[in-house]
């Protein structure tokens, strides 16, 4: 609502009850902003015949004080996400899917390749909010903007997500140079920033219960990129077709979004190292979904 991407919004969910005050609820929100008059309301499957955009968050996440790893719902989720795309693709095969449901990568792939609908339509939020998260940490680091921060975060939504430091850099600044720019006399340690990467996310669940702000704020990146027809390039997760030598697995690369959805993908040069984690981060989600199968 606060960023006026939609005129109406269904939500779809088990829990009527849940659905539908979630739909008033944000329904009065959007009364206090003047420029927008968005409809809420709950909804069913046959919304999905018209819809523009598809935003999947269906299925149980990781609960406060439970081991940390999105990877133990496979098999819950993959099933829950059979459920749901049987249903969509009874109703549409032209909207754009956004998949947020945990395990991202998991239920990106199987969402992608047991049903006939058009991959290019599908999309999993996967590392974009890793990235966010990472382009705070350094920005903190450096006390500067984390719009000035470039480079990506890649390979699993999750505990494999790895930094590809050989992407990264300050406002043009190479990433070796920012110490000595910044008159830091501390050495920037990447490992400790990849530690926090991970963890981060889990200490929000445990103090919070929950996240939800921040990966609403990357679907609501993707959404736009859609409806705006931008061309932008955006690390997200699909089926990757033989980059970095990988397939038959969704892990998160850069690609470019616009309004027919994925329209390319970017095998960017990796140094040895971010390659190797790279495929270490497949065979951490190929065990997931063989696992869940």
């Known amino acids: 609502a606060d960023f006026q991407l939609a005129t109406e919004v269904a939500l779809i969910d088990l829990n009527e009850d849940k659905a539908w005050g979630e739909a008033k609820d944000s329904s009065h929100a959007t009364s206090c902003v003047y420029s927008t008059n968005i409809k809420f309301h709950l909804g069913d499957y046959d919304d999905c015949k018209d819809a523009n955009i598809i935003v999947i968050t269906a299925g149980p996440s990781i609960r406060p004080g439970e081991t940390p790893d999105r990877l133990k719902l496979a098999g819950t989720n993959a099933k829950i996400m059979s459920s749901v795309m049987s249903e969509i693709v009874k109703r549409t ?3 754009m899917i956004i998949m ?12 992608s390749t047991q049903f006939d609908y058009p991959r290019n339509l599908i999309l999993g939020t996967g ?8 382009r705070r940490i350094l920005a903190d680091k450096y006390q500067v903007d984390p719009k000035n921060i470039n480079g990506y975060v890649l390979g699993e939504h999750g505990n494999s997500a790895f930094v590809a430091w050989s992407t ?3 406002a043009g600044f190479p990433i070796e140079h920012l ?3 910044f008159h830091r006399t501390e050495k920037l340690d990447h490992q400790a920033v990849e530690d926090e990467l991970v963890q981060v996310a889990y200490d929000v669940i445990n103090k919070k219960g929950f996240t939800n702000t921040g990966i609403a704020m990357a679907a609501c990146r993707f959404i736009k990129s859609v409806l705006y027809d931008e061309h932008t390039i955006l690390p997200c997760s699909a089926v990757l077709e033989g980059e970095y030598g990988i397939k038959d697995v ?3 690369i850069p690609r470019m979004v616009c309004a027919d959805g994925i329209m390319r993908s970017f095998e960017i040069h990796l140094n040895d190292e971010e390659m190797e984690k790279m495929h270490k981060a ?3 989600v190929r065990s997931a979904l063989d696992g869940a199968g």
């Open 100 to 111: 947020i449901t945990n395990p991202l990568d998991v239920a990106t792939y199987v969402v």
């Open 250 to 252: 969704a892990l998160s």
């Open 93 to 95: 095969k032209e909207a």
């Open 179 to 181: 110490d000595e720019y």
């Open 168 to 170: 990264t850099g300050c």
């Open 282 to 284: 497949a065979q951490s």
């Open 127 to 134: 590392t974009m909010l890793e990235t966010y998260r990472f």
